[in-house]
């Protein structure tokens, strides 16, 4: 199966030229003008690989790193720039950008990394599915209140409301649940629900925006609101029934 990048440069000549080189390489190439038509296309689209160009107006290419690395965690990230410098370089690397390279970078550069980081992509899915996989657990829980929690359908059921969650947010649940009582760390979280190995300082951040969609959700069943419970500094547990 071929994989599908897109390359994100507001200046055409360099945008045509990108996208030719990966093309002849036989990769289905998308491109966008801007950061913001960049990150459209990434909402809609099953992208493995962003080269992104730092420099653009509007949205810039580690603002629209920020907004994929929400949107597509698994999508692979190289910035490319002629601006280079020590702190973009550390920016990128916290933003866990793939590769960094300085304009002009050469075809045989740009192919080299563009495979690696596809290499690294495959490598975040084997692991995704090998989790997955190895989720032989229980796949539906009924609460006492007559609340259903179908893990494989990722849908929750009370009486007539139905509420569904995204692979992210199914992940997350499925893994809490299934280890009642457990309290799980920032870092284990991230890397069993996302893919990818971070930081200590970083995964809070990470995981944050995922857990309070989570509990959003899960506010609306009485017997699951206030169950995913944070333990200060070290990361999350699902409490269950009391």
Same mark, same amino acid.
């Given at each position: 199966?071929?994989?599908?990048?897109?390359?994100?440069?507001?200046?055409?000549?360099?945008?045509?030229?990108?996208?030719?080189?990966?093309?002849?390489?036989?990769?289905?190439?998308?491109?966008?003008?801007?950061?913001?038509?960049?990150?459209?296309?990434?909402?809609?689209?099953?992208?493995?690989?962003?080269?992104?160009?730092?420099?653009? @107006? !509007?949205?810039?290419?580690?603002?629209?790193?920020?907004?994929?690395?929400?949107?597509? @965690?698994?999508?692979?990230?190289?910035?490319?720039?002629?601006?280079?410098?020590?702190?973009?370089?550390?920016?990128?690397?916290?933003?866990?950008?793939?590769?960094?390279?300085?304009? @002009?970078?050469? @075809?045989?550069?740009?192919?080299?990394?563009?495979?690696?980081?596809?290499?690294?992509?495959?490598?975040?899915?084997?692991?995704?599915?090998?989790?997955?996989?190895?989720?032989?657990?229980?796949?539906?829980?009924?609460?006492?209140? !007559?609340?259903?929690?179908?893990?494989?359908?990722?849908?929750?059921?009370?009486?007539?409301?139905?509420?569904?969650?995204?692979?992210?947010?199914?992940?997350?649940?499925?893994?809490?649940?299934?280890?009642?009582?457990?309290?799980?760390?920032?870092?284990?979280?991230?890397?069993?629900?996302?893919?990818?190995?971070?930081?200590?300082?970083?995964?809070?951040?990470?995981?944050?925006?995922?857990?309070?969609?989570?509990?959003?959700?899960?506010?609306?069943?009485?017997?699951?609101?206030?169950?995913?419970?944070?333990?200060?500094?070290?990361?999350?547990?699902?409490?269950?029934?009391?």
């Amino acid at each position: 199966m071929k994989s599908n990048i897109l390359v994100v440069d507001d200046e055409p000549v360099a945008r045509q030229s990108l996208t030719d080189i990966l093309k002849l390489e036989g990769y289905t190439v998308a491109s966008a003008p801007n950061g913001q038509a960049a990150v459209e296309y990434v909402r809609t689209q099953n992208v493995d690989l962003m080269i992104v160009d730092l420099k653009m @107006p !509007g949205m810039d290419g580690l603002e629209v790193v920020q907004v994929v690395n929400q949107v597509s @965690p698994e999508t692979e990230v190289i910035l490319l720039t002629a601006y280079g410098s020590t702190e973009t370089a550390i920016q990128a690397l916290r933003l866990r950008i793939h590769d960094y390279l300085l304009k @002009p970078a050469s @075809p045989a550069q740009i192919l080299a990394t563009v495979k690696k980081g596809l290499t690294r992509r495959s490598s975040k899915s084997r692991l995704n599915n090998s989790i997955l996989d190895a989720d032989s657990g229980q796949e539906v829980f009924n609460l006492k209140d !007559g609340t259903s929690v179908d893990l494989s359908r990722r849908q929750i059921r009370y009486k007539n409301k139905v509420e569904h969650l995204t692979p992210a947010e199914g992940r997350l649940l499925r893994i809490l649940m299934e280890n009642k009582g457990k309290v799980f760390s920032h870092r284990e979280l991230v890397l069993l629900v996302q893919g990818y190995d971070t930081t200590q300082r970083e995964a809070p951040e990470i995981l944050r925006p995922l857990v309070s969609r989570l509990r959003h959700k899960l506010e609306q069943f009485p017997s699951l609101s206030e169950q995913v419970i944070s333990v200060r500094g070290t990361g999350y547990l699902y409490e269950g029934d009391k």
